[in-house]
């Protein structure tokens, strides 16, 4: 069994569009959980997926990649706390943001902190809403809790604690942080996307999916985006196609794009 023959076998079980999905990826993806199995061929793989349905959300997961952290590269974060928050808020009340892909919760956590920090004590005169999305329910059901153990707990946001509550040996995000951020079940590749938005993070989400996706996907941000509106991607990633005319940088390093 090749595996062509296997992605179109699994992608119902998944609720995956596996046809988008780079195979060099899938590839290394799949020979995780085959080699955690000691199993040595797709058929074997799809034979044992057949009678454990159990393993069907543990290869999900190795598929979608959950790695997070609180303000993953700070860099990034910094562009956006100094350039992004300030331009946006000086000529907005009404703050729509898309965490696209966001996992456990951390990416718009952070988000609603940066924010939450630049206004201080004018937060009442805005109207901010982000919008966070995964494709996962596990993910999303521990990212709506917004607890986080201590050792997920490191780097830059510890200079953040006041916006968290130290509880069971782990940090609880404040209401205050959590009232902004609302969640939402969303694929990428089949789901109509949020509308009007004046911000999207799509980080460390779409390198796994093929060129012809990333394309669509690309178009599909500028026609939500307001003008004016940004486009925020991973590090690795990077606009190409139409896409690349469609933007203009405004960090190219931090991989940060405005809408004209």
């Known amino acids: 069994m090749n595996l ?11 609720g ?8 060099r990826h899938l590839e290394r993806r799949l020979l995780i959980r085959m080699r ?3 199993i040595s061929t797709y058929g074997e793989y799809l034979r044992y997926l057949n009678r454990n349905p159990e393993e069907i959300a543990k290869l999900k997961e190795v598929l979608t990649v959950n790695v997070t952290e609180f303000l993953r590269n700070p860099e990034t974060y910094k562009v956006f706390r100094d350039i992004v928050i300030p331009e946006l808020f000086s000529r907005k009340k009404n703050i729509k943001i898309w965490s696209a892909g966001c996992s456990d919760g951390k990416e718009p956590y ?10 201080k004590g004018n937060v009442d005169k805005f109207n901010v809403k ?6 996962d329910d596990d993910v999303l ?9 201590e050792k997920e ?7 953040y604690k006041r916006y968290f509550i130290h509880k069971n040996g782990g940090y609880e995000v404040k209401k205050e942080i959590k009232r902004l951020v609302s969640f939402k079940k969303i694929d990428l590749l089949k789901d109509g996307f949020p509308l009007m938005l004046d911000v999207i993070f799509c980080r460390n989400v779409i390198i796994y999916f093929k060129r012809e996706a990333k394309e669509a996907l690309f178009e599909k941000f500028w026609g939500v985006l307001n003008k004016g509106g940004y486009l925020i991607l991973g590090k690795t990633e990077m606009l190409f196609g139409k896409a690349k005319n469609l933007f ?11 809408k004209p």
């Open 110 to 119: 952070s988000i609603a902190i940066l924010i939450l920090d630049f206004l």
């Open 153 to 159: 707990f490191v780097g830059e946001i510890r200079k």
């Open 4 to 14: 062509s023959f296997f992605k179109s076998r699994i992608g119902s079980k998944l």
């Open 141 to 149: 059901n521990k990212a709506k809790i917004g607890w986080y153990p």
């Open 130 to 135: 982000i919008i966070a999305s995964d494709i």
């Open 248 to 258: 203009v940088p405004v960090n190219s390093t931090e991989r940060i794009y405005k």
């Open 16 to 23: 995956l569009d596996m046809a988008s999905y780079n195979e």
């Open 36 to 38: 955690a199995l000691k």
